[in-house]
């Protein structure tokens, strides 16, 4: 019913800056909390950052003060602008979403298929 997807991965050097987008679609009353995860080779895919519906911010430890989380509620988007970034950085980026297709109905989880960040040092 509902289809995530990310854009804007890239090549960067360390210390660059990189924005990524992630566009939601499809059957949408409304959309809760936004997210963006990560997921390194051989590595779990762990939280990086989120963002309520009302805008309240929260990010992993090893990013804070270098990425900021955003969205646009009329374009069904969320934005990641990642600056300074690092080695460990690199990974693929994945977007997720609470959605909810109804007034009466709960929200259920959404992914994207993941964008590929790769930082060269």
């Known amino acids: 019913q509902v289809q995530l997807v990310e854009s804007g991965g890239g090549l960067v050097q360390a210390g660059g800056s990189l924005r990524l987008s992630c566009v939601a679609s499809?059957?949408?009353?409304?959309?809760?909390?936004m997210r963006w995860y990560r997921q390194a080779p051989g590595k779990l895919r762990e939280w990086v950052a989120s963002?309520?519906?009302?805008?309240?911010?929260n990010y992993v430890d090893s990013v804070k003060g270098r990425f900021t989380i955003s969205r646009d509620n009329a374009k069904n988007t969320v934005y990641l602008q990642m600056s300074g970034l690092k080695p460990e950085d690199a990974a693929v980026y994945y977007c997720?979403?609470?959605?909810?297709?109804?007034?009466?109905?709960?929200?259920?989880?959404?992914w994207g298929q993941g964008t590929q960040v790769t930082v060269s040092s």
């Open positions: 997720n979403a609470a959605i909810r297709h109804g007034p009466l109905l709960p929200a259920n989880d959404y």
């Open positions: 963002i309520s519906s009302v805008g309240i911010t």
């Open positions: 499809g059957r949408i009353f409304s959309i809760n909390a």
